[in-house]
């Protein structure tokens, strides 16, 4: 009886032993969008980290682009957001108006080697004096070509706006109806068309002191004109045609992986996700980026890629920051990550990548990220312009003038009145 005895209380005990480590064993969430390329690097680099930090656990999660701000949205107001999160820099004002909306990461800076890292991208990401989020990666907007479909239009790669103009045209007549010298949606034509303004007036859209738009309304009615005269010259395919082929990524519609859309105004952080969704062996190259006779700022919306963040509900922020920091500084992590999330930021990772060739100058990330640093940069971009009810409202108006609900003059002055008092609500 007292062997039983004894061989239950260790058998208890061995168990409440066991207990006792599993409910030490940390769970971490880290959520991102992307497409599978992203997906899959950086599950790997979180194997990786589980490896070497086998008393973490980390649950991933992650979507396209689509719907991935709405979760995230959700999950902040119920207080159930990730620990570790990829962040966009225009949701900062959104989350974090007083800085307070996710951990200072310079209080894991023990953990967090944030040396790797200019002090200038490092200010794109603090708000309120506190570090919100690590920027990845630095990245604009250019302009990427279907080589192989411009080829068929017996066409050169525009220079100027109205070389884009003039081969709308040319790609119909040649080419056929289905085919357009460049596919836009409608975050890509506010920020193209904002470039085309800089370019012309040099003024900013958004004026943050006076918290309206800074355009008059001659210079809005020119705004929205330059997009219906590009649909008007088969410029572009309006948004209604686009809206014909269903919901899903751009680069998962038919017309693009067949080189029927034949160009892209895209983030170079994003554009090998495109190349390699057409069909072979059509592929992309970096194009000229267009500019005014005489300007003197490209009109770049230049900004992080993309940003990690950890959420200021987590139980283990500091396992978070390790997180983090094995993603962009150490080798097993930048290694698997690649260039997933764009040319990285992080000093060591950028050597590191250079030397062994995962950096090469061709690729279409690096090339316009080179072709970025040489275009003229002077006015900063609001980070308001992407407020998400105001890109919202501009791809509502644009959708009724293709529609045909609205006229241009319409559509540019409801999009100045709203606007501006959305502007006025988020401009704190």
Do not use: C
């Amino acid at each position: 009886m007292k062997i039983r005895t004894i061989a239950l209380f260790v058998g208890l005990a061995s168990a409440g032993s066991m207990m006792s480590i599993n409910a030490s064993a940390e769970e971490l969430r880290m959520s991102w969008w992307g497409g599978n390329s992203r997906h899959t690097a950086t599950n790997e680099a979180v194997k990786e980290f589980e490896k070497v930090h086998p008393e973490i656990s980390v649950k991933t999660e992650y979507t396209g682009w689509g719907g991935h701000l709405e979760r995230l949205t959700t999950q902040i107001a119920g207080n159930t957001e990730p620990d570790v999160m990829q962040t966009n820099w225009n949701w900062m004002p959104i989350f974090s108006a007083r800085g307070d909306g996710f951990k200072d990461l310079r209080e894991y800076s023990n953990v967090l080697d944030l040396s790797q890292f200019d002090q200038s991208a490092l200010e794109a990401g603090t708000n309120n004096g506190k570090l919100n989020g690590i920027p990845v990666s630095m990245t604009a907007r250019v302009f990427y070509y279907n080589k192989d479909t411009w080829a068929k239009a017996g066409l050169p790669y525009p220079v100027t706006w109205d070389d884009l103009m003039k081969a709308g045209p040319v790609f119909k007549e040649k080419l056929g109806d289905e085919y357009f010298p460049l596919m836009l949606e409608g975050r890509d034509i506010i920020a193209m068309n904002r470039s085309f303004m800089v370019q012309k007036y040099g003024i900013p859209m958004i004026d943050e002191a006076k918290k309206k738009f800074a355009y008059s309304d001659e210079q809005m009615l020119e705004f929205f004109k330059m997009y219906e005269d590009m649909v008007n010259n088969h410029v572009t395919p309006s948004s209604k045609y686009v809206a014909s082929f269903g919901k899903a990524n751009l680069y998962e519609h038919k017309p693009w992986i067949n080189g029927e859309w034949a160009g892209v105004y895209m983030w170079n952080s994003a554009i090998n996700k495109y190349n390699d969704n057409l069909r072979p062996p059509q592929s992309m190259e970096l194009g000229f980026y267009l500019m005014q006779k005489g300007a003197d700022d490209a009109g770049l919306f230049y900004k992080p890629a993309l940003m990690l963040s950890i959420g200021k509900n987590s139980q283990n922020p500091e396992d978070a920051a390790k997180l983090i920091n094995f993603l962009l500084n150490e080798p097993e992590g930048y290694n698997a990550m690649g260039l997933a999330r764009g040319v990285p930021l992080s000093l060591a990772a950028r050597r590191a990548l250079s030397l062994d060739g995962t950096i090469k100058d061709d690729d279409l990330s690096v090339a316009g990220l080179a072709q970025i640093d040489d275009l003229p940069k002077k006015l900063i971009t609001s980070p308001h312009f992407e407020n998400p009810k105001l890109l919202g409202l501009f791809e509502e108006m644009i959708e009724k003038m293709d529609q045909g609900s609205m006229t241009v003059e319409q559509a540019a002055k409801e999009f100045m009145s709203q606007g501006n008092r959305i502007l006025r609500r988020a401009i704190k």
